[in-house]
């Protein structure tokens, strides 16, 4: 079962268009990859080759 990790200041950012986008600091409090090919993926998930680095 997947954890609920609060969101505190730091852990996104609103994009120009309006989309929340998390940051480094949420995907390494959450603790795993989704595979979802995130802008800030600590894990180095490639959504291309769909491989981890």
Do not use: A
Not at 8 to 33: A, S, V, W
């Amino acid at each position: 079962m997947k954890k609920y990790v609060p969101i505190e200041d730091g852990d996104y950012y609103l994009t120009p268009e309006g989309y929340r986008c998390f940051t480094e600091q949420y995907h390494l409090k959450r603790g795993y990859c989704c595979e979802s090919g995130c802008r800030h993926c600590p894990y180095g998930f490639d959504k291309n080759t769909l491989k981890k680095k």
